[in-house]
């Protein structure tokens, strides 16, 4: 038996004003897509934003039914859109922000695992990390260098073959 270790490091910024001014602009965009946010029962609204490399900036938030398996959170939202629309672009970052109208979220909230599994496959798929930014409704803002970092053991293609 060996023992495999795997480590990942978040940044956390005290605040909005503490970010580069074009993350601050990012993650403003997704405050706004989370206001538009669809959550009649859980009543927990997320938004996502992504940057791609072409300069577009593609939004999402998660869109409930009563039929709780048919939902989708923002951040698939958002990079399955901008997949579709834009397949030839690489993601540079994600900012993602979540509030409940039920309880404070101050603290900075990441994405769940199954976006942390399809934001992965766009990662791997374009070769070049993604940043990911996440906050609650206010207060801190963590950051991570890449997917990777937040799902450190990946599953993907190579599994398949």
Do not use: L, N
């Given at each position: 038996m060996k023992k495999v270790k795997k480590e990942s490091t978040i940044y956390v910024f005290d605040d909005l004003q503490e970010l580069p001014k074009d993350v601050a602009y990012l993650m403003e965009k997704a405050i706004e897509a989370r206001s538009r946010a669809y959550a009649p029962y859980s009543n927990f609204e997320v938004g996502a934003a992504l940057l791609l490399d072409n300069d577009e900036i593609i939004t999402g938030n998660n869109q409930e039914n009563a039929s709780y398996p048919s939902g989708l959170c923002a951040e698939?939202?958002?990079i399955y859109y901008a997949g579709s629309q834009y397949p030839e672009a690489k993601v540079i970052r994600?900012?993602?922000?979540?509030?409940?109208?039920?309880?404070?979220?101050?603290?900075?909230?990441?994405?769940?695992?199954?976006?942390?599994?399809?934001?992965?496959?766009?990662?791997?798929?374009?070769?070049?990390?993604?940043?990911?930014?996440f906050m609650g409704s206010k207060g801190a803002v963590a950051k991570s260098n890449s997917v990777v970092n937040l799902l450190p053991f990946v599953f993907d293609k190579t599994a398949l073959f």
């Open positions: 698939r939202t958002a994600m900012a993602i922000s979540a509030s409940s109208k039920i309880t404070s979220t101050e603290t900075p909230i990441p994405p769940c695992g199954a976006c942390r599994q399809a934001m992965v496959e766009y990662e791997i798929k374009q070769t070049h990390a993604i940043e990911v930014y």
